[in-house]
């Protein structure tokens, strides 16, 4: 088989938001359903404040959440914070600035509060499997 084959452009991946205050079309990306690739991802762009994630959970992947500007020419341009909770003690992080946390498999986080959001800013949650699953904090 020629290299190029094993390629594949994939299209169609805008889809509405699960969260009704995210209004514009999420672009998201399920590696199972396109081409069995251990990879999840989702981009929304965030223009208010809301609480995303509202209890402790867990995951069996890795997961990395990034914190971006939403102006394209400067995604430094942060004018936002976000809330994050990390650790079965929940250890409050905030996020003020262009970030983002890695989240190995197992550990306990949660809730995700955007909080304050002055100018929109895009959220890219990357997951490590080939589907997204939670597992509550407890189990």
Known sequence: MVEAELAR???ELLEKSPHEEIKSPMMRFKGKERCDANLTMALSCITEPFLM???PHKHDF???LCFIGGDPRNFGEFDAEVEFRIGDKGEKRVITSTSIIYVPKGL?????NFK???KPIMFLDVVMASS???VPASG
């Open 53 to 55: 994630i509202k209890e």
């Open 108 to 112: 306990v986080h949660g809730p995700l």
């Open 132 to 134: 997204y699953a939670r």
């Open 9 to 11: 452009l994939m299209t």
């Open 62 to 64: 890795d997961q990395f």
């Open 116 to 118: 304050r959001v002055d």
